[in-house]
């Protein structure tokens, strides 16, 4: 059977880092309040000139120069993103531009900060269907641009950056043992919508709005959720929690990512947490995790990875992967 494999993996981060102690003269709060309570040290934010497209094709440009493949032979790219440049085109047909691409097909995929799980279920969708060879999956956002400076409860959480993984179809033997993505698991459920959401839009506002988030309800119903999707994973992918090599997480809140951990039986050591340098970068979390991970040599080819994430919506998924 053809499956998705990971050639090439890339991330590009903003120019300013805003630290915690800067946060304490733009809102109440201090430095120990927000690490204690989320495990965030620092977070960087777009300047004049980083958008969501131009960090996500920085980000792309990295990931194919990782894999040794040209713009030229990719054929789809998918964008995972919650702030687009602009409400239409979508920002992926913008980044195909700034590559050079003027073939194949590239679109946005909006599932707030399941995004990037979404959108390699997606691309593994077109790889195996034979629509797509080569696919940038991509997620990227500038979070800092839908954020209310005045509202610490969210503004202490998120930040901007984009990640990126080239795959390309192989010929696997249909185990588990196959490199490339081996099961994805997805659900929804839009009654939570009031939990964590942008109070603007097009179609009601004509604004961008701001992000409003209900910080404890998010909270007790993310390890349920998350856990539950990824049994449900490992059922699929015939795989245990001790056969995962690395978790890699959305990196939203480290009490989430440890709680989520510790119900599964993953041992601390396997989880990859880069929360503390980024913040909650909603879609581009978990690629810049892979990209961190992949690039300091923690995560090596034949790796099983567990990928997973829970968003606004709510939207929640996993995705077990082998590197």
Same mark, same amino acid.
């Not at 990824?230 to 015939?238: D, H, K, N, Q, R």
């Given at each position: 059977?053809?499956?998705?494999?990971?050639?090439?993996?890339?991330?590009?981060?903003?120019?300013?880092?805003?630290?915690?102690?800067?946060?304490?003269?733009?809102?109440?709060?201090?430095?120990?309040?927000?690490?204690?309570?989320?495990?965030?040290?620092?977070?960087?934010?777009?300047?004049?000139?980083?958008?969501?497209?131009?960090?996500?094709?920085?980000?792309?440009?990295?990931?194919?120069?990782?894999?040794?493949?040209?713009?030229?032979?990719?054929?789809?790219?998918?964008?995972?993103?919650?702030?687009?440049?602009?409400?239409?085109?979508?920002?992926?047909?913008?980044?195909?531009?700034?590559?050079?691409?003027?073939?194949?097909?590239?679109?946005?995929?909006?599932?707030?900060?399941?995004?990037?799980?979404?959108?390699?279920?997606?691309?593994?969708?077109?790889?195996?269907?034979?629509?797509?060879?080569?696919?940038?999956?991509?997620?990227?956002?500038?979070?800092?641009?839908?954020?209310?400076?005045?509202?610490? *409860?969210?503004?202490?959480?998120?930040?901007?950056?984009? +990640?990126? !993984? /080239? &795959?390309?179809?192989?010929? @696997?033997? =249909?185990?588990?043992?196959?490199?490339?993505?081996?099961?994805?698991?997805?659900?929804?459920?839009?009654?939570?919508?009031?939990?964590?959401?942008?109070?603007?839009?097009?179609?009601?506002?004509?604004?961008?709005?701001?992000?409003?988030?209900?910080?404890?309800?998010?909270?007790?119903?993310?390890?349920?959720?998350?856990?539950?999707?990824?049994?449900?994973?490992?059922?699929?992918?015939?795989?245990?929690?001790?056969?995962?090599?690395?978790?890699?997480?959305?990196?939203?809140?480290?009490?989430?990512?440890?709680?989520?951990?510790?119900?599964?039986?993953?041992?601390?050591?396997?989880?990859?947490?880069?929360?503390?340098?980024?913040?909650?970068?909603?879609?581009?979390?978990?690629?810049?995790?892979?990209? *961190?991970?992949?690039?300091?040599?923690?995560?090596?080819? +034949?790796? !099983? /990875? &567990?990928?997973?994430?829970? @968003?606004? =919506?709510?939207?929640?998924?996993?995705?077990?992967?082998?590197?």
């Amino acid at each position: 059977m053809i499956r998705s494999v990971v050639r090439g993996f890339g991330a590009a981060l903003p120019k300013r880092v805003m630290t915690n102690r800067e946060l304490e003269d733009i809102v109440e709060t201090s430095d120990e309040w927000i690490v204690q309570r989320t495990g965030i040290r620092q977070r960087y934010v777009a300047g004049e000139g980083e958008t969501t497209a131009s960090l996500g094709a920085d980000a792309a440009r990295a990931a194919l120069e990782n894999a040794g493949m040209s713009a030229s032979s990719i054929d789809l790219i998918i964008c995972a993103t919650s702030t687009p440049d602009n409400t239409f085109p979508a920002t992926a047909v913008d980044i195909q531009n700034r590559l050079g691409i003027h073939h194949g097909f590239a679109f946005d995929m909006q599932a707030v900060c399941s995004g990037f799980v979404y959108a390699m279920a997606t691309a593994d969708l077109y790889i195996r269907g034979g629509m797509a060879k080569r696919v940038l999956v991509i997620g990227a956002e500038t979070f800092s641009r839908i954020l209310d400076w005045k509202d610490r *409860t969210t503004c202490v959480l998120f930040g901007d950056g984009a +990640g990126a !993984l /080239v &795959l390309e179809a192989e010929e @696997g033997n =249909g185990t588990n043992a196959d490199r490339g993505v081996l099961t994805a698991q997805l659900r929804s459920d839009g009654v939570h919508k009031e939990k964590l959401y942008v109070d603007g839009g097009p179609s009601t506002t004509g604004t961008v709005g701001h992000l409003r988030m209900e910080g404890r309800e998010v909270f007790k119903h993310a390890v349920g959720m998350i856990t539950d999707v990824i049994e449900a994973a490992f059922e699929a992918g015939g795989a245990t929690a001790d056969d995962i090599d690395w978790m890699v997480p959305h990196q939203a809140n480290r009490r989430i990512i440890d709680a989520s951990a510790k119900k599964l039986g993953i041992p601390a050591e396997k989880v990859v947490v880069t929360v503390d340098l980024h913040g909650n970068t909603s879609a581009a979390s978990i690629p810049l995790a892979l990209a *961190t991970a992949a690039g300091d040599g923690r995560i090596k080819k +034949g790796d !099983l /990875v &567990l990928l997973e994430a829970m @968003g606004g =919506g709510f939207t929640w998924g996993a995705v077990l992967v082998r590197w």
